[in-house]
């Protein structure tokens, strides 16, 4: 089953390089600054703070420039977060808002493996970063 999601996720990931690699979509940052009707602007910042961490992950398992990835999503996201961020009135809630923030820029700065880290290290590193992330969230939900 283990080895079925890694594969499934390389595959994924693969694509999504493939996409992010145009030069029509700007290392696929494009895609993310389109807001559906309906979305507020702080769902919006909800629903595509994880796609900088897939686009720059295949960007990595694609031979992609990983650097150019993490450099657009992390412009992206800051614009995302400080529209997000205008909308929400409690401190406290605004506060929660930052903190996931910092932890979803922590994860796509966090995509590349260290020199001498061991790929067992990396996962478990990026698991802990999304499990924050996800955490993070909640707290902000509870602030709102």
């Known amino acids: 089953m283990c080895r079925f999601m890694v594969l499934l996720m390389s595959v994924a990931c693969l694509a ?21 009707e ?7 910042y909800r629903k595509n703070i994880e796609s900088p961490w897939f686009m720059c992950t295949a960007a990595r398992i694609a031979g992609k420039d990983v650097a150019g990835y993490v450099n657009a999503h ?6 995302q977060y400080a529209a997000a961020a205008k909308t929400i009135k409690k401190p406290a809630a605004k ?29 478990r590193r990026q698991t802990d970063n999304k499990e924050n992330l996800k955490k993070a969230w909640t707290r902000v939900e509870i602030e709102l």
């Open 74 to 79: 992390k412009a992206a996201l800051k614009e």
């Open 38 to 44: 309906g979305d507020s602007l702080l769902g919006h």
């Open 95 to 123: 506060a929660a808002l930052k903190e996931h923030f910092v932890q979803a820029m922590s994860l796509v700065e966090g995509v590349e493996p260290g020199i001498s880290e061991a790929r067992i290290d990396y996962d």
């Open 16 to 36: 999504l390089a493939g996409l992010a690699n145009s030069a029509e979509n700007d290392f696929g940052v494009a895609a993310m600054a389109t807001r559906k």
